[in-house]
């Protein structure tokens, strides 16, 4: 038992180190990324259950259904999200970078990358509710309204950074 328990507890070790590095370097955009991920599983796992719902209510509509196709397609769009979040965090390095060299004292910031992981995070939540709606649940219409407010905000919040 011993012998299993040693390379468990490297591995281990290798992770909390990782985690901290990675806590130390992304400061609160590291615990919004992992809420993000976390959402965007729970968004395709509610995509299919709602599409598999749909193709029983309508079994002679091909239409309806889980298709690989769109699967991909989903899985796709949200490989381009964090390729997003990443083109915005290399954008808070550069203007942390360039208003260093140019006198102005800018603390590490997260601006940009911050924005963009709420926004996402909001687009899921939003497509979780309405994947719950597909699926026969009852969504409260203040909930939709109120994560579609919040997008708004963050929308104008990143418009007014001009």
Aim: glycine share 8%.
């Amino acid at each position: 038992m011993e012998k299993y328990l040693k390379p468990f507890m490297l591995l281990q070790g290798f992770l909390a180190a990782a985690i901290a590095w990675l806590s130390n370097k992304l400061g609160i955009l590291l615990p919004m990324l992992v809420i993000l991920c976390f959402l965007m599983a729970a968004d395709y796992i509610t995509g299919m259950l709602a599409s598999k719902k749909e193709a029983l209510d309508n079994p002679d509509n091909p239409a309806y259904g889980w298709c690989s196709a769109k699967g991909a397609r989903g899985i796709l769009k949200k490989v381009g999200y964090m390729a997003v979040i990443a083109v915005a965090m290399v954008l808070d390095y550069v203007i942390m970078i360039m208003a260093g060299q140019v006198g102005l004292d800018v603390r590490k910031s997260v601006f940009f990358g911050l924005l963009a992981t709420a926004w996402y995070i909001l687009n899921e939540m939003l497509s979780i509710a309405e994947n719950a709606g597909r699926m026969g649940s009852n969504v409260p219409e203040w909930l939709m309204k109120y994560i579609a407010v919040l997008k708004n905000k963050i929308d104008d919040k990143g418009e007014g950074a001009e």
